[in-house]
């Protein structure tokens, strides 16, 4: 399965069967976090067969999660651009698990940061979660804004350009507020950039990987 096919098969799945993550599913997906760390300098850490990443209280319940005994820790040192990298690199992994076989769902809150067992460096901060594991389902596609309300061209876009749009329209992002946007400059130069809000750094990141897989060009870069 190829990329622009994981994009579109990705949805958040809350709840998970007790089927334990091992063998070459396991050893892949270790291999592809410490490819992202490599690349981005962050610590992003698994924490696998625990049951203490959710409380059992109502808490978990009101946001629907069961049966939770895995999660992939984004943790990095702090600055101003740790929410986006967390968001690109944390999809990163979220496409490997879904070629996989694997299931997954974002978290901003609501888990025990104290039972997670990772390790957190001085200087370093844990941005967010990634529940994962084998679903009870593959669970079901979000509502999505019109990529017109996505991306802006002063001319008509191109291909690439569009398809870059249409893979970042299933980004999964807060609340699925899409607040991202892509505008196309001279020279085939592409201006990601997102409002105010909470979690929209982490949701930028996120839909700039998605861009890379749908636009996949040669033709344009980012805006440096």
């Not at 098969?9 to 089927?19: E, I, L, M, P, Q």
């Not at 005994?69 to 490997?96: P, Q, R, T």
């Not at 025990?112 to 200087?123: D, F, L, Y």
């Not at 409002?195 to 996949?216: P, Q, R, V, W």
Request: charged fraction near 30%; include cysteine; charge should be neutral.
């Amino acid at each position: 399965m190829d990329l622009q096919e994981v994009v579109k098969k990705r949805h958040a799945v809350r709840k998970y069967t007790d089927k334990t993550i091992e063998g070459d599913t396991k050893k892949d997906l270790l291999e592809i976090i410490d490819k992202c760390n490599k690349e981005s300098g962050l610590n992003i850490q698994a924490c696998l067969d625990n049951e203490e990443i959710f409380s059992k209280g109502f808490l978990s319940k009101f946001m629907l999660f069961e049966n939770v005994k895995n999660c992939i820790a984004i943790v990095g040192e702090k600055s101003k651009d740790l929410d986006e990298k967390a968001g690109y690199y944390g999809e990163k992994i979220v496409i490997k698990a879904t070629q996989l076989g694997l299931n997954t769902c974002w978290v901003a809150g609501g888990y025990n940061k104290n039972k997670i067992n990772v390790e957190i460096e001085k200087g370093e901060k844990l941005v967010i979660i990634i529940t994962i594991g084998y679903g009870i389902d593959n669970g079901k596609s979000h509502k999505v804004k019109p990529i017109e309300m996505l991306g802006f061209a002063k001319d008509e876009m191109p291909i690439w350009f569009k398809n870059g749009l249409k893979s970042a329209q299933l980004a999964p992002t807060a609340r699925n507020q899409q607040k991202f946007k892509f505008t196309l400059l001279d020279e085939n130069i592409v201006k990601a950039e997102t409002s105010f809000g909470f979690f929209t750094k982490i949701d930028l990141g996120i839909a700039k990987y998605h861009f890379e897989i749908g636009a996949d060009s040669k033709e344009w870069s980012w805006e440096s």
